[in-house]
Nanobody, 122 residues
Framework: QVQLVESGGGLVRAGGSLRLSCAAS????????MGWFRQAPGKEREFVAA????????YYIDSVKGRFTISRDNAKNTLYLQMNSLESEDTAVYYC???????????????WGQGTQVTVSS
C-alpha cells in the first residue's frame, strides 16, 4: 500500500497563495503518477492536476492553469501543489492521490490521502 498525507491547507484571502504538500510512504513513490483533486460541499470530486512519474509531464484543468503548479520531489517522496492567485471558487478539500498511469479519472487513482481544507475568503 501507499499512504498519503496532505498538509498545508488553511485560510487565505483572495489573491493569496498556499502550498500544499503530500507526503508518501509505504511504496516506491516514483513508480506512481500523482494527482490532486478537490471537492467542495455538495459537489463531486474534481480533478485539478496530475504529474508524471519523473515530474516532467504535468496536466491541469483550465481553471487553474497559470495559477497552480504541481511538482514532485521523488527523493523526498513528496508531492506539492503551489497555488497562487487564489479565488473563492478554489475553496474545497484538496486530496492527493496515486495512480499507475496518467489519468484525470478519480476512480483510476488507487491511493488517496485524507484531504486538507483550503478556504479562500473574499
Amino acid at each position: 500500500q501507499v499512504q498519503l498525507v496532505e498538509s498545508g491547507g488553511g485560510l487565505v484571502r483572495a489573491g493569496g497563495s498556499l502550498r500544499l504538500s503530500c507526503a508518501a510512504s509505504g511504496r516506491t513513490f516514483s513508480a506512481y503518477v500523482m494527482g490532486w483533486f478537490r471537492q467542495a460541499p455538495g459537489k463531486e470530486r474534481e480533478f485539478v492536476a496530475a504529474i508524471g512519474m519523473s515530474g516532467s509531464d504535468t496536466y491541469y484543468i483550465d481553471s487553474v492553469k497559470g495559477r497552480f503548479t504541481i511538482s514532485r520531489d521523488n527523493a523526498k517522496n513528496t508531492l506539492y501543489l503551489q497555488m497562487n492567485s487564489l479565488e473563492s471558487e478554489d475553496t474545497a478539500v484538496y486530496y492527493c492521490a496515486a495512480a499507475q498511469g496518467v489519468t484525470i479519472l478519480a476512480h483510476e487513482y488507487e491511493y488517496w490521502g485524507q484531504g486538507t481544507q483550503v478556504t479562500v475568503s473574499s
